[in-house]
């Protein structure tokens, strides 16, 4: 496990387990499930965790039930007040995609449109992030 390389989901840095400043310098360093990017020092789960133990029993994730392709519409298309969920990203771009993820704003999340202009605002769970109207046209959702 040590030589296997990691990548940051922020940052994109590729490191080894090793070159962490957690296992340097931490005593749980060892037993700690934690992982800290050297480069931008972003800490974060090593494996995600499962959703049930249902899930851990049977290794495997139930697929979402596909929606009507009318209900779908761009992010950057409701107005203010509207909640809705979070269906795909749209962005072949993966920096910015694990960015956006980063910050809670993946499939299946719940957001909520705050404003349309000048930028994008939506809240996703405590976070409200600002995005400009081209990323807002690729975030495809599903009003609720």
């Keep these: 496990m040590a030589d296997e390389l990691i990548t940051c989901p922020l940052c994109g840095y590729?490191?080894?387990?090793t070159d962490t400043l957690c296992h340097h310098g931490c005593p749980l360093g060892a037993v700690c499930r934690m992982v800290r990017c050297p480069s931008c020092a972003y800490e974060y789960p090593e494996h995600p965790p499962r959703v049930s133990w249902l899930d851990r029993l049977l290794g495997r994730r139930e697929a979402p039930?596909?929606?009507p392709p009318e209900t779908v519409r761009p992010a950057s298309e409701l107005a203010a007040g509207t909640r809705a969920s979070?269906?795909?990203g749209g962005s072949s771009n993966g920096s910015r995609q694990r960015a956006l993820t980063v910050f809670g704003l993946a499939p299946g999340a719940e957001i909520e449109v705050i404003q349309q202009s000048p930028a994008c605002v939506l809240r996703v769970g405590e976070t409200e992030l600002a995005l400009d109207p081209e990323i807002a046209r690729q975030i495809l959702v599903e009003p609720s």
Excluded: G, M, N
């Design 14 to 17: 590729e490191f080894s387990r």
């Design 65 to 67: 039930a596909p929606c």
């Design 86 to 88: 979070v269906l795909c």
